[in-house]
C-alpha cells in the first residue's frame, strides 16, 4: 500500500527555516515526482513545486523561487522541502503528494501524506 | 493566468439529499486534465476525479464528475455523513497546477 508519512508539526520565527520530510512506501520512489502543496488557514490549497526523486532535478513554483529548496534521500525513499526567510503567512499545512510517473507529463495527484503544520509566530 | 472560482462557498445539505459542486474556469481548459480533492480534518486528502469524469480508485460510484470548457462539476448522488469535508477542484496541466478556493459542504 502506498504511503507517504510526513514529519511532525513546527514552529518557527519569522525569518527562521524549516525543513519538512515526506517518507514514502509502498512503490517505486525513483519513478514518480514527488510535488508539494501547502493550505494556509481560511485559504485554497497552493502548489509549492515538484522534484523527480531519480534525478533529483526540483522545480519550484515561480513564487517560491530562492526561498524554497525540495530534495531528496534516494537511500531512504524520502523527500524533503526547505523554505527559508520565513514569514507569518506561510503559516499553513505543507502537504507532500505523489505526482506523475515519471515518464508521465500530466497526472493528478493520487496519493498525499497527512501534512505537517508550519507555525510563524515571534 | 488560470483562475478556477469554485460555487457555492459553502453548501448545507442533509444526508441523502444530492450535492452539486461547480468548477468555472476563467478560460477553456485546453485539455480536461481538471481534478477534484476532498480534504477531511487532520487526513490526507483524497483524490476524487480525475480527467474530469474518471473515479480515482476505491472512490464510490455516488461520486461522478463532468464537464469540459469552462464548466466542471462534482455531483454526490446521495450525501453520506463522512462525504461533508471540503471539495476542491484543480487543472493539473502544468505548472502552477491551480486550485480552486473549496466548496464546504457542510451538514444542514
Known amino acids: 500500500q502506498v504511503h507517504l508519512v510526513q514529519s511532525g508539526p513546527e514552529v518557527k520565527k519569522p525569518g527562521a527555516s524549516v525543513r519538512v520530510s515526506c517518507r514514502t512506501s509502498?512503490?517505486?520512489?525513483?519513478?514518480?515526482?514527488v510535488y508539494w502543496v501547502r493550505r494556509a488557514p481560511a485559504q485554497g490549497l497552493e502548489w509549492l513545486g515538484w522534484i523527480n526523486p531519480n534525478s533529483g532535478v526540483a522545480n519550484p513554483a515561480p513564487k517560491f523561487q530562492g526561498r524554497v529548496t525540495m530534495t531528496r534521500d534516494t537511500s531512504i525513499n524520502t523527500a524533503y522541502l526547505e523554505m527559508r526567510s520565513l514569514r507569518s503567512d506561510d503559516t499553513a499545512v505543507y502537504y507532500c503528494t505523489r505526482g506523475p510517473p515519471i515518464s508521465v507529463t500530466f497526472a493528478a495527484f493520487d496519493v498525499w501524506g497527512e501534512g505537517t503544520l508550519v507555525t510563524i509566530s515571534s | 493566468e488560470l483562475v478556477l472560482t469554485q460555487s457555492p462557498g459553502t453548501l448545507s445539505l442533509s444526508p441523502g439529499e444530492r450535492a452539486t459542486l461547480s468548477c468555472r474556469a476563467s478560460h477553456s481548459l485546453s485539455s480536461n486534465y481538471l481534478a477534484w480533492y476532498q480534504l477531511q480534518p487532520g487526513q490526507a486528502p483524497r483524490l476524487l476525479i480525475f480527467e474530469a469524469s474518471t473515479r480515482a480508485f476505491g472512490i464510490p460510484n455516488r461520486f461522478s464528475g463532468s464537464g469540459s470548457g469552462t464548466d466542471f462539476t462534482l455531483t454526490i448522488s446521495s450525501l453520506e455523513p463522512e462525504d461533508f469535508a471540503l471539495y476542491y477542484c484543480q487543472y493539473y496541466a502544468g505548472s502552477p497546477y491551480t486550485f480552486g478556493q473549496g466548496t464546504k459542504l457542510e451538514i444542514k
Open positions: 509502498g512503490f517505486t520512489f525513483t519513478a514518480y515526482y
